[in-house]
């Protein structure tokens, strides 16, 4: 065999390989019945939907419910047993772990980036001006470049994951002015972005569409490519945590996760594969 043909056979065994890994995923819920219960991070909402429509109609005898509510309620309803599996944005912690019995199940890595509005002229920003702006000690988009405009704040909630992250490795754990509006996702902070000339807020990489801006920091636009690269540091892993080892319905949902199927997903949703 010549070495043309041996590397035609190599791309067709190749391809075969990947169906019937791409089948297998779905395969796993043959003969399973019940409901399965979801919530928590919100960044995972748009690959959670997609892998349960996907599962339910290879099973109808399965049905998935999913409700966001951040990472904090994810953590406390799965641990509670309210939900079978709690989403997070943010590695549960050790007493969260403790307290709960928790297992985790990293499936995707995630960046948090700052983001303005289209029409706002300051799209780059060093650590220490958004770390200003945050805490209120820059209240104006002028003393940045931009028009003679108060400078509207966006926020999450204590118990969001996108936010610790945020505070962590963007604000470096400095202070978020009280004045500061709070949203309950990343698409509420989508929404109030795109519709507010003068906001400033952060949302997952993965949701970010043309109706916002990324803003650059200390000159490094966050986006896939960075992330991926690691040169922009304000990321995050996306979790799926269970009540002890995962099992049942539980286990196959995160076994279809980290499937080259579901990495597909969560690759299609603008998140980055573990696998």
Not at 67 to 95: F, M, T, W, Y
Not at 96 to 106: H, I, N, Q, T
Not at 212 to 230: I, K
Request: proline share 4%; charged share 25%; net charge positive.
């Amino acid at each position: 065999m010549n070495r043309t043909m041996k590397l035609v056979l190599i791309f067709v065994l190749s391809l075969l390989t990947a169906g019937f890994c791409s089948a297998s995923g779905l395969d796993g819920f043959k003969g399973e019945k019940g409901v399965l219960r979801i919530s928590g991070g919100t960044a995972h909402i748009p690959v959670m939907k997609e892998a349960a429509k996907r599962i339910m109609a290879s099973n109808s005898d399965i049905q998935i419910t999913i409700a966001g509510g951040g990472s904090g309620a994810g953590i406390k309803q799965v641990g509670e047993g309210l939900v079978d599996i709690g989403n997070s944005g943010r590695k549960p912690s050790e007493a969260e772990v403790g307290k709960y019995g928790l297992s985790m199940y990293k499936w995707a890595v995630d960046g948090v980036a700052p983001i303005v509005n289209p029409k706002n002229p300051v799209k780059e920003l060093l650590g220490k001006q958004l770390r200003d702006i945050f805490s209120g000690k820059i209240s104006n988009w002028k003393d940045l470049g931009g028009e003679d405009r108060s400078i509207n704040l966006y926020t999450r909630d204590k118990s969001s994951g996108t936010r610790s992250v945020f505070w962590k490795k963007a604000l470096k754990k400095g202070d978020i002015s009280g004045k500061a509006n709070f949203v309950a996702s990343n698409g509420a902070m989508k929404s109030a972005v795109n519709n507010d000339p003068y906001a400033i807020g952060y949302m997952s990489v993965g949701y970010i569409d043309e109706s916002v801006t990324p803003v650059a920091l200390d000159g490094v636009t966050p986006n896939l490519d960075t992330v991926r690269s690691g040169k922009y540091k304000v990321a995050r892993g996306l979790y799926s945590n269970t009540r002890g080892e995962a099992s049942g319905l539980a286990k196959k949902f995160i076994d279809f996760l980290l499937s080259p199927q579901g990495q597909e997903i969560a690759a299609e949703k603008g998140f980055i594969p573990v696998n």
